[in-house]
């Protein structure tokens, strides 16, 4: 039988009718915009990240977007000031940056470890550096505590994008459920973080969304008057805004799927577990478990020296798997002035990651099966 990477219809029937009922609910309203689900949702999911706000945004992208251009706003940055990133992460972290004027200084991650090198952050400040954007890619927590450090030495504000990594917890040595007594979400560790509810996200609505979480009033607020065309008060415009907005419908959809996400992302940790201690081949690199986070596998990632040839035989076989990412940031036309840097780090992600199917709603028939397919296979 066939393996999808990740079988939305699936997910969405695992929910019943409630998702149908609550759209539903939506387009019987005759209330689109800015209603009681989004600010519901809003609550909720500040109160699940552990922060004071919440603000739904049209999408993740967004999200990132609105949060370096509040600061840029609040605090005069100019034109070139720059922004330390990973050069390793799905291209909307760095695009961002580029969107509000601002440089992407591109750093390598670990090798064994999607996330940023923190040992080489500090070779990236500069006297124009304003900002550190660590990413938590596949669901893996950065080092947020040497992070936060090199930050403050040099005056520096972080936004974690915490896209890859709803319910993450830093800092917990417990799991996934005793979480706020153990350690902080994902979202509540630096100044701001933006999320994406890209459906394929571990929480997916049915189209776009985004949130952007903070502890700080001032961000919120502004944040908040920016994705609303620049106003607080209906056609009274202080600032040159955006429109980006989460619809009702997303909300509630979220709404519905927001109380199971850490049974689903325990899910993903067991079948994570599995494949960790049950795929075993020569040309096979499983990676470590890093820190005492708690990680949420929106990616299970291998490496595979003959990665492409090991894709084949898992399509031949039915199972499907996806790359994260096959082009380095720096290997992109879209930064063709970025295509001299020596990244050797994120080259070596590119050439050899593969990502294996993984969601809460695999069966352990279809894990075995992906497991017993690499084993069983020269490559
Ligand atoms: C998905 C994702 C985004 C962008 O989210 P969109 O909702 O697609 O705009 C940003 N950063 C990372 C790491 C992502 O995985």
Request: hydrophobic content about 40%.
């Amino acid at each position: 039988m066939a393996i999808k990477y990740l079988d939305l219809k699936r997910i969405n029937k695992s929910f019943g009718d409630d998702l149908f009922k609550s759209a539903n609910k939506v387009l019987n309203s005759g209330w689109y915009l800015k209603g009681d689900e989004t600010s519901a949702f809003e609550n909720e999911f500040a109160e699940y990240v552990g922060t004071k706000y919440c603000i739904a945004t049209g999408n993740g992208l967004d999200a990132i977007t609105l949060i370096l251009e509040a600061w840029k706003q609040m605090y005069g940055w100019t034109a070139g000031d720059e922004v330390i990133v990973p050069a390793n992460t799905f291209i909307a972290t760095v695009l961002a940056i580029s969107r509000v004027g601002l440089k992407p200084i591109l750093c390598d991650p670990h090798i064994d470890n999607p996330t940023i090198d923190e040992a080489l952050i500090e070779r990236c400040v500069t006297y124009r550096t304003k900002a550190i954007i660590p990413v938590h890619l596949y669901g893996q927590m950065c080092n947020m505590d040497a992070i936060n450090k090199i930050a403050r030495s040099h005056g520096l504000l972080v936004l974690e994008d915490a896209c890859q990594a709803h319910g993450a917890i830093y800092n917990s040595s417990v799991g996934l459920e005793l979480t706020s007594l153990f350690g902080k979400r994902a979202g509540n560790n630096s100044e701001a973080a933006a999320f994406s509810f890209y459906p394929g996200k571990n929480l997916g609505c049915m189209g776009d969304g985004g949130a952007v979480t903070t502890n700080n009033k001032e961000l919120a607020d502004y944040v908040r008057m920016l994705a609303n065309y620049g106003q607080q008060q209906k056609y009274v415009h202080e600032y040159q805004g955006f429109n980006s907005r989460m619809d009702e419908v997303q909300a509630a959809i979220l709404r519905v799927k927001l109380p199971r996400l850490d049974k689903d992302n325990a899910r993903r940790l067991e079948i994570a577990h599995y494949y960790s201690t049950h795929i075993c081949h020569p040309a096979v690199q499983i990676l470590p478990f890093v820190g005492n986070n708690s990680h949420v596998y929106h990616v299970y990632a291998i490496k595979c020296r003959n990665r492409d040839r090991l894709r084949e035989i898992l399509a031949e076989n039915g199972i499907e798997t996806l790359i994260h990412y096959p082009i380095p940031v720096h290997r992109q036309e879209a930064y063709k002035e970025y295509a001299t840097l020596h990244l050797p780090v994120s080259d070596n992600w590119a050439e050899e990651e593969l990502s294996l199917p993984i969601s809460p709603v695999m069966t352990d028939e279809e894990v075995n099966q992906v497991v017993d397919c690499i084993n069983q296979n020269i490559f």
